[in-house]
Structures are given as structure tokens and as C-alpha cells.
């Protein structure tokens, strides 16, 4: 038996999994692009300010709403991770997160583009339930190497978010860089729900319980 994340709960072993460097980038990849939505607008807000015709200030409530999404992510949709299976919840939210980001691409005014950052911001959370899933998967041997890597493409999908939106959006404009975005993330969604082993076993508690 092992301890999930989550307020002591309890999750017995998965089954052995052969754990391919393939995989592992997978896992970093989609990390890295999962955690980036957060950071995209960040060098786009007064495109995106001229656009909808506000100010500066009012747009930059674009990035708050993101970390708002991603802090009640954190605390509500996390725990899923521990009731039901990863394979099908991770490519959920990123779906989801997809279908957002395309939204906030045809956005016609700022208060839609806040909203949907909610939405984005809260699906971003995908990130943090790979993690302890590529703790699981890797032999004892490797973890804190498998770990290490994940974590290394996540800091890059952080690092890098605010050049290729700024580059991109410097060629194009502010809702191509969310329209590349949605395809990323849908491309990440199809390939982690074909790619992410069944798991057999999770814990009993009550989603309730695991809120505590």
C-alpha cells in the first residue's frame, strides 16, 4: 500500500508499468504545456487590452483570473485524482482547458476573456496530478530521475510561455497564440488518454474526505 497526496489517503499499488523515456517526456511535455496557459497572456495584455477596447489594468484581471482558476483547481479538482482514474481526468481537464482557450481566440469582450480564464486556469491543474503519477510508475531505482525530468518540463513550459507568446503574438496577433495554445493542449489531451496506463486501485474515501 501506498500514501497519496492528498490528506493521508491511502491508494494500494499500481501495477507494474514499464515506465519509457518516451513516456517520461510525454509526462514532462504535457506538464509543460498544461502549466504554460497560466503564463501566455502575460506579454499579450495590452494587444489584448487594444482589441476589447479597455484598459491595461482591466486586462491584466486576465492573469488574476488564471491564478484564481488554478488556486480552486488545486483544492477541488486535484483530489479527482485520487477517486477516479488519472487516464480519463487529466485528458478531461485538458480538454476542457482546450475548448476554453479556443473560446478565449473569438472572445469579443473582456469580461468573456476573464471568465474563461477561470476555466483555464482551473483545468491548468492537470500538471500537478502527472507529477505524483510519474512518481507512481517509476521503479524505485529511477524515481527521483522520472521526477526530476517532469518537473524540468514544467519549469520549462514556464520559462518559455511568455517568448513564444510574445514572438508569436508579434507575428500574428494575441488570439493566434491562444488558438496554437488550444491545438497544444487538444494534442496533448488525445495523446495522454491513449498513452496513460489503467489503474486498478485508488482510495475509498469520499470525495468529501479528501476536501478536509
Known amino acids: ?15 507494474a508499468q514499464r515506465l519509457t523515456t518516451r513516456r517520461v517526456l510525454l509526462l514532462a511535455t504535457s506538464c509543460g ?5 497560466l503564463y501566455y497572456p502575460q506579454p499579450l495584455l495590452r494587444m489584448i487590452a487594444a482589441s476589447l477596447h ?12 488564471a491564478q484564481i482558476g488554478y488556486a480552486v483547481g488545486l483544492a477541488l479538482l486535484v483530489p479527482l485524482g485520487d477517486i ?14 482546450a475548448l476554453a482557450l479556443g473560446a478565449s ?18 483545468g491548468s491543474v492537470a500538471a500537478q496530478i502527472l507529477i505524483p503519477l510519474a512518481a507512481e510508475l517509476a521503479e524505485d531505482s529511477n524515481r527521483g ?15 518559455l510561455a511568455w517568448t513564444v ?7 500574428t496577433s494575441w488570439r493566434v497564440m491562444y488558438l496554437i495554445a488550444a491545438v497544444l493542449v487538444a494534442v496533448v489531451a488525445l495523446t495522454l488518454a491513449r ?10 474515501l469520499p470525495y468529501r474526505e479528501l476536501l478536509r
Not at 504545456?33 to 496557459?37: Q, Y
Not at 481566440?105 to 482551473?122: D, E, K, N, P, R
Not at 507568446?165 to 507575428?171: D, E, K
Open 165 to 171: 507568446s510574445g514572438a508569436v503574438a508579434g507575428l
Open 1 to 15: 500500500m501506498s500514501w497519496s497526496g492528498h490528506r493521508g489517503a491511502m491508494r494500494t499499488s499500481m501495477p
Open 105 to 122: 481566440a473569438v472572445a469579443t469582450s473582456i469580461g468573456t476573456l476573464i471568465a474563461l480564464a477561470l476555466l483555464v486556469g482551473a
Open 145 to 159: 530521475r522520472v521526477v526530476g525530468t517532469v518537473m524540468t518540463g514544467l519549469l520549462l513550459g514556464i520559462m
Open 33 to 37: 504545456v498544461a502549466v504554460a496557459n
Open 84 to 97: 477516479l482514474a488519472r487516464r480519463w481526468v487529466v485528458p478531461g481537464l485538458l480538454a476542457a482547458t
Open 54 to 65: 479597455t484598459g491595461p489594468a482591466i486586462a491584466g484581471l486576465v492573469i488574476t483570473a
Open 195 to 204: 498513452s496513460l496506463p489503467p489503474e486498478t486501485a485508488r482510495t475509498r
